[in-house]
Nanobody, 115 residues
């Protein structure tokens, strides 16, 4: 019933930019927290950014990434600037009703940054 569809990944050179999008259906999007996670090969999935009323970021992306949402479109975005090789990962969006709810996940989109 609930679907999250991601887009915007790709291959870029270090210092480049990408914008990821995630559109949700089957939920009242405006009442859910939204976030972006990433998982690199051989590493654990980590939280990159979240947004409810305010935005929060993992230290490694502060000043480079911006999370935003458009509730009229049920979409959350991740603008990624000054990309680094360490940003290479599969990026997943997530929405959840509460902090106790695992929520729902997008299918993942590959971001590859070449140095």
């Amino acid at each position: 019933q609930v679907e999250l569809v991601e887009s915007g990944g790709g291959l870029v050179q270090a210092g480049g930019s990408l914008r990821l999008s995630c559109t949700a259906s089957g939920v009242v999007f405006s009442t859910y927290s939204a976030g972006w996670y990433r998982q690199a090969p051989g590493k654990r999935r980590e939280l990159v950014a979240t947004i409810t009323q305010t935005a929060e970021y993992v230290d490694s992306v502060k000043g480079r990434f911006t999370i935003s949402r458009d509730n009229t479109k049920s979409t959350v975005y991740l603008q990624m600037n000054n990309l680094k090789a360490e940003d290479t990962a599969v990026y997943y969006c997530n929405v959840r009703a509460t902090i106790h709810d695992p929520g729902f996940w997008g299918q993942g989109t590959q971001v590859t940054v070449s140095s």
